[in-house]
Nanobody, 123 residues
Framework: QLHLVESGGGSVQAGGSLRLSCAAS????????MGWFRQAPGKEREGVAH???????TYADSVKGRFTISKDEAKDTLYLQMNSLRPEDTAKYYC?????????????????WGQGTQVTVSS
């Protein structure tokens, strides 16, 4: 069973930066699609960024140019670098892994999920 643990969340002021990490154990499915989602109170979960088995990254329009997804296979870790943070980025952020090389339209029941890390951006 793949176990994912997110870290790096916190409270920052608008314009600040955070880097989220997602450590995988026992090992990383580096050739599979991985991604970050977020969910704010009272809102639906939304996809933020994905990276497929070919290391092609895609982003939600709301974070393009500000967030960068990456992975370090040697460390079995997925990252999300978040710059120019805005109050509307406030949410709990979750990492997930898929069972496919390319990223599908949305998660399936086969996705693994972490417990999430809270990001709070104040104005």
């Amino acid at each position: 069973q793949l176990h994912l643990v997110e870290s790096g969340g916190g409270s920052v002021q608008a314009g600040g930066s955070l880097r989220l990490s997602c450590a995988a154990s026992p090992y990383f499915y580096a050739r599979y699609c991985m991604g970050w989602f977020r969910q704010a109170p009272g809102k639906e979960r939304e996809g933020v960024a994905h990276i497929d088995g070919a290391n092609v990254a895609t982003y939600a329009d709301s974070v393009k140019g500000r967030f960068t997804i990456s992975k370090d296979e040697a460390k079995d870790t997925l990252y999300l670098q978040m710059n120019s943070l805005r109050p509307e980025d406030t949410a709990k952020y979750y990492c997930t892994t898929y069972r496919s090389y390319y990223c599908p339209a949305g998660p399936t029941r086969d996705n693994n999920w972490g417990q999430g890390t809270q990001v709070t951006v104040s104005s």
